[in-house]
Nanobody, 118 residues
């Protein structure tokens, strides 16, 4: 059974930092591309960042470029999202995802809430 479990969310003041983690199990993690998405209240889920299975290719949404960093540790079967200079607009539920092909994601976590106060 494949599981992706996010952690690290919470309440932070604007300008602060958080590091989200996503622990994977039940899949050959090192062969999977990984990504982070977010969904704010009343809005559709949006792409935040992705990282290829090899770690060679990263892509970020324009809204987080220069502030967020995605990384992975295949030995720990984990993917991380370091979020700096947080803004109230970053408030959302953050989801990690994993997929084998391109930007298609086969598995999703349950999400972790990030709230940024002004």
């Amino acid at each position: 059974q494949v599981q992706l479990v996010e952690s690290g969310g919470g309440l932070v003041q604007a300008g602060g930092s958080l590091r989200l983690s996503c622990a994977a199990s039940g899949l050959p993690f090192s062969a999977y591309n990984v990504g982070w998405f977010r969904q704010a209240p009343g809005k559709e889920r949006e792409f935040v960042a992705r990282l290829s299975w090899s770690g060679a290719i990263t892509k970020y949404a324009d809204s987080v470029k220069g502030r967020f960093t995605i990384s992975r540790d295949n030995a720990k079967k984990s993917v991380y999202l370091q979020m700096n200079s947080l803004k109230p607009d970053d408030t959302a539920v953050y989801y990690c995802a994993a997929g084998r092909i391109g930007v298609t994601y086969d598995y999703w976590g349950q999400g972790t809430q990030v709230t940024v106060s002004s």
